[in-house]
């Protein structure tokens, strides 16, 4: 199993990391309670994904900040 990370705006895959899954979710509540199941993803193969922002799209948030108010904002 593999933790994937991938920009939740343009899709870009970010990074790949060979861990434990589960033990990254737990990590993960810690942080962001209450948000990690609107960011974290589990397929039928047991990999996870994580949906978080590249630098690309966070520069545009910056230049653009309306941005923030829409889910995906990239066509």
Do not use: N
Request: proline residues 3%; hydrophobic residues 25%.
């Amino acid at each position: 199993m593999s933790v994937r990370y991938r920009c939740r705006h343009c899709e870009t895959e970010i990074g790949t990391l060979p861990f434990d899954a589960d033990e990254t979710i737990r990590k993960l509540h810690q942080f962001e309670i209450g948000e990690v199941d609107d960011y974290v993803e589990r397929d039928e193969r047991g990999d996870t994904t994580v949906h978080c922002i590249c630098e690309h799209c966070e520069d545009s948030l910056r230049q653009f900040p309306d941005y923030h108010a829409l889910k995906k904002w990239l066509q």
